[in-house]
């Protein structure tokens, strides 16, 4: 397992969930809720970034449930193509990572509209901690780097 933290990324249309890591990656927590607007999100997302040192970005990757690009996986890597400009990018599957963070809001008795922030962070959370999971047992890094 590489020593250091990790930004989670849920890349959404109308905001983006951010979770970080411990230095030594064995637990994700949320962190905030960026909003989504092209001027400001990644500078938001790096400031982050900064504050917590992290050695790279996981951003999830929405694939469809049989394994294939959709539009949303394509805003995505636009997406961490912009934040590899700043540090090293690896790319994760996120299939059902939205839907998992929901029900676990349900089950603590909170409704979708009143959450929709909280889920994206919670989303992050679940795209980081799978990736840290998979690294810790695997011994090799998750998911592909941005150019893979």
Do not use: W
Request: hydrophobic fraction near 45%; include cysteine; charge should be neutral.
């Amino acid at each position: 397992m590489r020593s250091g933290r990790r930004l989670g990324i849920d890349v959404g249309r109308a905001r983006i969930g951010v979770a970080v890591c411990d230095r030594d990656g064995l637990i994700a927590t949320p962190v905030e809720t960026v909003r989504r607007h092209a001027a400001s999100d990644v500078a938001r997302i790096v400031a982050i970034a900064d504050e917590y040192e992290v050695l790279e970005f996981v951003v999830g990757l929405p694939l469809s449930m049989s394994g294939e690009d959709t539009a949303s996986t394509a805003d995505a890597r636009a997406f961490a193509d912009r934040l590899a400009a700043h540090r090293p990018v690896r790319l994760v599957d996120e299939r059902m990572s939205t839907v998992t963070a929901q029900r676990g809001l349900h089950q603590a008795g909170r409704n979708t509209k009143n959450s929709r922030a909280v889920i994206d962070q919670a989303a992050a959370v679940i795209i980081l901690q799978h990736a840290l999971d998979h690294e810790r047992s695997s011994g090799a890094p998750p998911g592909a780097t941005l150019r893979e």
